[in-house]
């Protein structure tokens, strides 16, 4: 393996999945007082995603690990039939987008307006958000063939 072959945006890209993995097991969701209650646990008390939402943890981890996985191709130099990040792109949009949804738009909790942020939810968003940049990276580093007109 030649870790020559690895650009700055795979390292970006692999800082967010690394940043992505830990931000799942550090709290995400603080319950205010006891009023708040959420997975079944009144608050007060602090809660990460792992404890809170079986679903969108596994979800996030699968999406932390497309940026490893494709610095190991890079490093195998394997041949791959579409352009290097665009699959890792695809993916940290999803996690933004799933990351955004459960923690500004439908935060769990009952009720909600009593549950917060906390530290893991903005350091899972960051990485998310580094993935894309890092994809980004890779993707215009990579010349795209072009086809002439008139094929698919």
């Known amino acids: 393996m ?5 650009s700055r945006g ?3 890209a692999v800082l967010g999945s690394i940043l992505l993995l830990v ?5 995400w969701y603080s319950v205010a007082n006891k009023n708040g209650i959420l997975d079944g646990k009144r608050g007060p008390g602090d809660f990460s995603v792992w ?3 079986p ?16 610095a190991y191709i890079i490093l195998r130099d394997h041949k791959l039939s579409w352009p290097r990040g665009e699959f890792t792109a ?10 955004f949804y459960n923690g500004i738009v439908d935060r769990p909790g009952d009720p909600s307006g009593l549950v917060g942020l906390s530290i893991g939810w903005y350091i899972a968003f ?24 008139g094929t698919v």
Not at 2 to 6: E, Q, V
Not at 23 to 27: G, N, P, Q, R, S
């Open 2 to 6: 030649n870790f020559s072959r690895l």
């Open 10 to 12: 795979e390292g970006v």
């Open 23 to 27: 931000a799942v097991f550090l709290k």
């Open 51 to 53: 404890q809170v939402q």
């Open 55 to 70: 679903i969108l943890r596994i979800l996030l981890l699968l999406a932390a690990i497309a940026p490893i996985v494709l």
């Open 90 to 99: 695809v993916v940290a949009i999803a996690a933004i987008g799933l990351i």
């Open 126 to 149: 960051l990485g998310a958000f580094l993935m894309l940049g890092g994809s980004v990276m890779r993707q215009q580093e990579t010349e795209m063939r072009r086809k002439p007109p």
